[in-house]
């Protein structure tokens, strides 16, 4: 069976620090990967996502970065974050040989910049 | 940018009661999923329905759609406190390939015992 992992589960940072943020999924290959952003209280905003290594789509054009370094491996980054990246961060992935399919969502980084 | 919207943005209701939430969309869909996200955690996939399809069940969960108005509606039968969660709706746009999912905002379902 499938499984998706995301951590930490949650993170402190101050103003200006730099994020790395780490999913992985196991039991696929060749995933399409996703990450979300969501406000308290507020829906999903698509952030990035990928159909295969080094293939990244921005959805959103702001201070954060992704990388798939390997097929499984979804990395989401930011070299000085700011108070407004505050938020839960959710990464997903579906199968990428069947499009439109549902997709599958880690438990989330619930991140907090002060 | 959102595409599908859940109404009411809130729900209360007592255990044993019916729950209606719907959602409305803006272009032609391919399909339209909807998810549960219990508080603090990620979002579980509950059902798909096909753009050539009316209406779908999986279990207490009922799953209508209405491609002319642009529309779709979840029902959950019967239900019990740990049904408590928000409920989102998601579109996938036609144009084949790999469209991401978009989301709504949510209904946030309490279902009090």
């Known amino acids: 069976s499938q499984t998706i992992h995301q951590w930490p589960a949650t993170l402190v940072q101050p103003v200006g620090s730099p994020l790395s943020l780490e999913c992985t999924v196991e039991g696929t290959s060749n995933p399409n990967l996703y990450w979300y952003r969501q406000a308290a209280g507020r829906g999903l905003q698509l952030l990035f996502y990928s159909v295969g290594i080094g293939q990244i789509s921005s959805e959103v054009p702001q201070n954060l970065s992704a990388s798939r370094p390997q097929d499984r491996q979804f990395i989401l980054s930011s070299k000085k974050l700011l108070l407004s990246d505050s938020g839960f961060y959710l990464c997903a992935w579906s199968w990428g040989s069947a499009p439109n399919q549902p997709q599958h969502f880690g438990d989330g980084t619930r991140l907090s910049i002060l | 940018s959102q595409q599908g919207e859940e109404d009411p943005q809130a729900l209360s209701i007592q255990e044993g009661e019916n729950a209606t939430m719907n959602c409305s969309y803006k272009?032609?869909?391919?399909?339209l999923q909807w998810y549960r996200q219990n508080s603090g955690r990620g979002l579980v996939h509950l059902i798909l329905i096909r753009s050539n399809e009316r209406e779908k069940h999986s279990g207490r969960l009922r799953v209508t759609l209405d491609t002319s108005k642009k529309s779709s509606s979840l029902l959950i039968t019967a239900s019990r406190a740990a049904d408590t969660a928000s409920y989102f709706c998601?579109?996938?746009?036609?144009?084949?390939?790999?469209?991401?999912?978009?989301f709504g905002k949510g209904t946030r379902l309490s279902v009090i015992a």
């Open positions: 272009t032609s869909i391919n399909n």
């Open positions: 998601a579109t996938v746009s036609l144009g084949g390939g790999n469209t991401p999912l978009v």
